[in-house]
């Protein structure tokens, strides 16, 4: 008769695993889930011995409370995938100090293949916030759970709380996938952000609610093809990609998609945020489509002078002319507190779809403010707000405005222009089958009266129809050089001032080469007239009211 013979392993050691290989469960190691004991050295015994298993294996976590150090689960693992699976909860230390000196609390550094399924993580960084918030001596802090120079990485329905920094912190990683992840620090809670990544390529983040005191998403230097979808934000500091350009030598940003994003509360929506110094560093082929934003202070904003304590979007040294191709589409931002959307220095930008909302009495609430900007397209978008539905300002070229309803507010402006000497103009600028309803103006050209190379040429206006508009057609130079010409085409609808065409015009620097084409505008109680001061054109077809435009005769 044959010999059988049994081998007796810990009852505890292998159980069932939801992949083909062997599950190590770390109780079997020595961890204890009683929330005190340091079972740090356990969890790594258990990740070694299944780093050195030729075969994929799963590293268990039941249920309780398991009390860990800063800890690194280093690669190069024998076999082709390991599985963390996570249904305990696991706490960082009382002291704070233990996790700021080390930088990070639970590091995977090296590992290629890898999948992190569930559970819970407490860094207890409320400790630490305390600190900052009385003006302790106080560490910077460490973050919660970071991947380093990893490849192949999976993790689905993690929970986050109370990091001391940032949650999550993905740096020379290629294909990371977050799936699911609950991320949660109070509103005040300093640096806490949800995702940070670096010089990664190929990351995926979805499904996932992330509340914090900071940036909720963060693509920093060396971030290529970043996709995001179905993800909320908010409290904290929305999605951010930046800063850059903090040293000369510095990596862009390339390819990154938000699409279906919701924002509740926060400082910012959508930011594109660098240095005002000189760098190599980009931003190119950014999509933010689909996002919704309720009560967001600044819902989207490029902004090349980054400074924290301001709202600004302004360009001193980095060309956002690296900042190219870029696509929102159906994006809603309501309640800005100032501008809604913020270009500078930006080539080929594309807002289709947008929907806009201010009060109407709401103060420098401006739709959309574009400057130092080539190639723009406007397109299909209903803008209300307090101040200017669109306006253009220096630097302006290749803009088109097309099938975008306007009201209350202020119109449609180009300029202003001429604050400055040495500025630079708008050019080529066309606004196609506009609707104004209830506004202040309706298309408008306004320049500083004070010497200034800035000018205003190649300016369409086309198919444009107002409702109770109350100055409806507005070229005030009042004393500025501003020249050139502007064209009117199709105009028609209805005015509650007196006036109702007025060109404002320098006796230095006149208006010249105006045209007008069938301009038919009607006032409620009677028949509105034209004001013109120094300004020269023609006048063709129907126009009412009645051109005032003089016959330029060269001498």
Not at 214 to 231: F, K, M
Not at 258 to 269: L, M, P, R, Y
Request: some cysteine.
């Amino acid at each position: 008769m044959a010999k059988l013979t049994f081998f007796l392993l810990p009852f505890a050691f292998f159980h069932l695993s939801s992949s083909d290989g062997p599950s190590l469960n770390v109780v079997s190691f020595g961890a204890n889930g009683d929330g005190v004991t340091d079972s740090t050295q356990a969890f790594l015994s258990a990740w070694e011995s299944a780093c050195n298993m030729s075969i994929p294996a799963e590293i268990y976590v039941p249920m309780g409370n398991y009390l860990l150090n800063p800890v690194i689960f280093k690669g190069d693992c024998m076999g082709p995938h390991l599985t963390m699976t996570i249904n305990g909860t696991l706490v960082g230390p009382t002291d704070y100090n233990l996790i700021a000196q080390a930088a990070s609390w639970i590091e995977f550094h090296g590992v290629d293949g890898l999948s992190i399924n569930g559970g819970l993580l407490d860094a207890r960084g409320q400790y630490l916030w305390d600190c900052k918030a009385n003006g302790g001596d106080c560490p910077f802090g460490g973050r919660s759970l970071s991947l380093g120079n990893s490849n192949n990485i999976v993790i689905t329905n993690l929970t986050s709380i109370n990091s001391q920094m940032f949650h999550v912190s993905i740096n020379e990683c290629q294909n990371v996938t977050l799936l699911g992840l609950t991320i949660w620090a109070d509103g005040e809670s300093p640096n806490t952000d949800g995702i940070h990544i670096e010089n990664s390529i190929g990351l995926n983040i979805l499904h996932s609610p992330i509340q914090t005191g900071d940036d909720c998403i963060s693509a920093g230097p060396g971030t290529q093809n970043l996709w995001i979808e179905d993800v909320s934000c908010g409290p904290g500091h929305g999605i951010s990609i930046g800063s850059l350009g903090a040293e000369e030598d510095e990596e862009g940003v390339l390819n990154v998609t938000a699409k279906n994003v919701s924002f509740n509360g926060t400082q910012n929506g959508l930011r594109i945020k660098t240095w005002a110094r000189p760098s190599n560093a980009f931003v190119q082929d950014v999509h933010f489509e689909g996002g919704v934003m309720y009560n967001v202070s600044n819902p989207i904003i490029i902004d090349q002078n980054y400074c924290p304590s301001r709202n600004c979007a302004y360009d001193q040294s980095l060309s956002l002319g690296n900042s190219n191709n870029v696509v929102i589409t159906n994006l809603t931002s309501i309640n800005s507190q100032m501008f809604h959307v913020s270009i500078n220095e930006c080539q080929n930008v594309t807002l289709l779809g947008l929907t806009i909302w201010a009060d109407g009495d709401s103060p420098n609430t401006d739709g959309i403010h574009i400057e130092n900007s080539i190639g723009l397209n406007i397109l299909h978008s209903p803008i209300q707000t307090g101040d200017d539905c669109i306006s253009a300002g220096p630097g302006t070229q290749n803009l088109w405005i097309e099938d975008v309803s306007c009201g209350p507010g202020h119109g449609i402006s180009i300029g202003s222009l001429g604050a400055e000497e040495d500025e630079e103009g708008v050019r080529n600028v066309t606004a196609k089958n506009v609707s104004f309803n209830g506004t202040e103006n309706g298309l408008r050209i306004k320049t500083w009266a004070r010497p200034s190379n800035a000018f205003v040429q190649d300016v369409h206006f086309e198919g444009s129809v107002m409702y109770n508009v109350s100055n409806p057609i507005i070229i005030d130079q009042n004393y500025c050089p501003s020249r050139n010409c502007a064209y009117d085409q199709g105009i028609h609808g209805t005015t509650v001032s007196a006036i109702a065409m007025r060109f404002n015009c320098s006796s230095e620097n006149p208006c010249t080469g105006l045209l007008l084409e069938d301009v038919q505008l009607t006032g409620e109680s009677q028949w509105p007239q034209s004001s013109c001061e120094n300004a020269y054109g023609l006048a063709i077809g129907s126009v009412q009211p009645e051109s005032c435009l003089q016959l330029l005769i060269n001498p």
